[in-house]
């Protein structure tokens, strides 16, 4: 049975979310928050987010229901998260590989994806931090929000509802592993395009050409040719 949990404080809803999975047929629970202190993202990154303007969700379910790779299941996600944002806002919506969603070159969401053992059950931990009504990113140039691009004033409970909704009912309904590799390379921010990326602290263009089921990313670059990267080993800049 799903149920959505609210917190008006937290430091991590990712952290949060353990307290609520107390019974053996804890599945599809969410908390959220509008007022995040300490959000978490992906390899040891911080998500920082201004209060009353942004939500942070997490959502815990059932890895045994799942036979998908780990690496499918943060795919499909992500997926779902760009699905949703990409039909609210009726607007062009990408996947930056592996976990940010991309709207008019900007980042609305970061996600961050944990499996773990709780209460002698293996849960995936989906969090999700989205940028909605904030206006001003000092510290991230590269961030914005859905208000600041849209020009769109969403109300916060409405958005998380149906969110909550959207994953719940979709995640139900995972498909094959081939098609969920298909819909996120079709999705994937700045795939063959000429880009600029860092690596090993030299700039160089490339294209992206595809992200493949192990979770690496294959770039054609300009200087020393196709090669994959896991996540971290090179930088996007963009």
């Keep these: 049975m799903s149920q959505l949990f609210y917190l008006k404080e937290c430091s991590s809803t990712n952290d949060e979310i353990e307290k609520f999975l107390l019974y053996e ?3 599809f629970i969410a ?42 299941f943060n ?21 930056k590989w592996p976990n940010d969603i991309i709207l008019k070159n900007k ?43 849209t020009g769109k004033h969403f ?3 409405d958005f998380t509802l149906n969110l909550h909704e959207f994953l719940t009912e979709n995640l139900n309904k995972i498909p094959a592993e081939q098609e969920i590799m298909d819909r996120f390379n079709e999705n994937l921010f700045r ?20 992200a493949d089921e192990k979770g690496e990313l294959w770039i054609d670059l300009e200087n020393d040719g196709l090669k994959s990267f896991y996540h971290k080993e090179i930088k996007l800049l963009y």
Aim: charged share 25%; hydrophobic share 40%; glycine share 6%.
């Design 25 to 27: 047929n804890s599945d």
């Design 31 to 72: 908390v959220h928050t509008f007022n995040q202190t300490k959000g978490r993202g992906q390899y040891g990154n911080t998500w920082s987010s201004t209060a009353e303007k942004n939500l942070a969700y997490t959502l815990s379910v059932k890895a045994e229901n799942f036979t998908v790779s780990d690496f499918m």
């Design 75 to 95: 795919y499909y996600t992500a997926i779902l998260i760009r699905d949703f944002l990409a039909n609210l806002t009726e607007n062009i919506v990408k996947i």
């Design 107 to 149: 980042k609305i969401v970061g996600i961050l994806i944990e499996k773990k053992k709780i209460n002698q059950q293996n849960y995936f931990i989906i969090g999700a931090g989205f940028n909605i009504l904030q206006k001003k990113f000092d510290e991230v140039s590269n961030a914005s929000s859905l208000l600041s691009l």
């Design 155 to 157: 109300n916060l409970d």
């Design 191 to 210: 795939k063959d395009e000429i880009s600029v990326f860092e690596l090993d602290k030299k700039r160089q263009n490339g294209i992206i050409r595809n």
